[in-house]
């Protein structure tokens, strides 16, 4: 006998919508010879020796827990690491927690953070899972649009405007996904002026900072007076090509850290053991191929918005991450009609901007994390598609 239950799903899982990315790929992944400039991950494999030191630590009999904030060896070197890069000084035994992906690290940060009801402003268009953490979390997410012609930049006006009393916290992600864009050290200053004028958390997730094209990035916790109030997120996903691996980490202020351990260790304990090892060996000795992969990234962008713009779809360039959020609105289509049209006319799959947010309608995002020759074909495919159905 079936037992009958008020309603399967919570108010907070009812109130998100699936990710709109999942949706294409689910289409694409029963059709044959699709080129995809749709998933946002490096199409490379992790390099040779952080997956030996992985395997050598399965030979050793790494295979147990580590402790929940992750291995002491790996917060040391991550900890040296930010030294290192930014000049930012974090204790690895306080301050720095490992964890599953950047993912685990946003979901904990917004629970960690938030009572129900306050708000956290974001740009719009932004990550998919900005706004459903921060719902998940019994937030609300208040979003801030943004636009080609600001660069995708965040406007200090646009957020103050948005600040009430509930607001606990602003959401960036900048280099970002899925425009590309990268926040000028100017700008961010003048975001940071209005975190301390109204005593707001930032959460920066910065997963892309290793991925810029001739600019340097600006890590949010070095501007003046920030690092108490901003909680820094980082991960090996993109730089150092280990999707897969599942790790990342947070650095921030010890009282932030204990709260965020607090879920983690019941929820999730520890990241994997495997991952952890490699991600030591990837901080210790990974630079050379990070730097060799941004290279090839940057190579690869100059063709897709080259490209792009001789198939008459130029688009703002793109200065970070490995995206092209180019318009399209010379189709006359909306970014789902463009997106799934591509994809069943010529086996193209790009992501509809509207997954990311409603100012991402009229824009379609080009992940060039592919190869040139893939590129290339996709390119001459969608200039094909777009002079059909110009208006
Ligand atoms: C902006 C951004 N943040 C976080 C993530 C999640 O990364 P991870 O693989 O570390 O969970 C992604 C993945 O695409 C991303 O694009």
């Not at 690491?81 to 685990?104: A, C, F, H, Q, R």
């Not at 953070?113 to 208040?142: F, K, N, Q, R």
């Not at 995708?152 to 009430?164: G, K």
Request: glycine fraction near 8%; charged fraction near 25%; aromatic fraction near 8%.
């Amino acid at each position: 006998m079936s037992i009958k239950v008020r309603s399967i799903s919570s108010q907070r899982v009812n109130q998100i919508a699936p990710s709109g990315i999942r949706k294409f790929f689910d289409l694409l992944a029963s059709m044959e010879g699709v080129i995809s400039l749709g998933v946002g991950e490096p199409d490379f494999t992790t390099p040779w020796h952080i997956r030996e030191a992985a395997i050598y630590s399965l030979e050793k009999g790494y295979t147990m827990y580590t402790s929940n904030s992750g291995m002491p060896e790996l917060r040391r070197e991550l900890s040296r690491y930010l030294k290192d890069s930014y000049n930012l000084s974090y204790d690895p035994d306080t301050e720095l927690l490992i964890t599953v992906g950047v993912s685990e690290a946003l979901d904990l940060a917004t629970r960690a953070i938030l009572d129900p009801g306050d708000e956290v402003i974001m740009p719009d268009p932004c990550y998919v899972s900005y706004s459903p953490c921060v719902i998940l979390a019994g937030g609300i997410p208040i979003m801030v649009p943004t636009n080609e012609e600001n660069n995708f930049e965040l406007n200090t006006s646009d957020i103050e405007a948005r600040v009430t009393s509930k607001t606990k916290a602003i959401l960036i992600g900048y280099p970002s996904n899925p425009t590309g864009a990268v926040m000028s050290r100017e700008k961010l200053l003048r975001l940071a002026e209005v975190a301390r004028r109204h005593q707001l958390l930032v959460i920066s997730d910065e997963i892309y900072a290793r991925l810029v094209y001739g600019v340097k990035h600006t890590c949010f916790a070095t501007l003046p007076g920030m690092k108490e109030s901003t909680i820094f997120l980082g991960g090996f996903s993109k730089a150092y090509a280990m999707t897969g691996w599942r790790i990342g980490y947070a650095a921030a202020s010890k009282e932030i850290i204990a709260a965020m351990t607090k879920i983690h260790q019941y929820t999730i304990m520890c990241a994997p053991t495997m991952a952890q090892v490699a991600a030591i060996e990837a901080l210790k000795s990974g630079e050379p191929s990070v730097l060799e992969m941004v290279e090839d990234y940057n190579r690869r962008r100059l063709v897709m918005v080259k490209g792009l713009k001789d198939i008459g779809l130029p688009c703002f360039e793109p200065k970070g991450a490995f995206y092209a959020f180019p318009p399209i609105k010379v189709s006359g289509m909306t970014s789902e009609e463009f997106a799934e049209k591509l994809l069943m006319e010529e086996k193209v799959a790009v992501v509809p901007g509207t997954a990311f947010g409603q100012c991402g309608e009229g824009y379609i995002r080009c992940c060039y994390a592919t190869s040139l020759a893939e590129i290339e074909e996709a390119l001459l495919r969608m200039g094909r598609f777009v002079k059909k159905h110009k208006k």
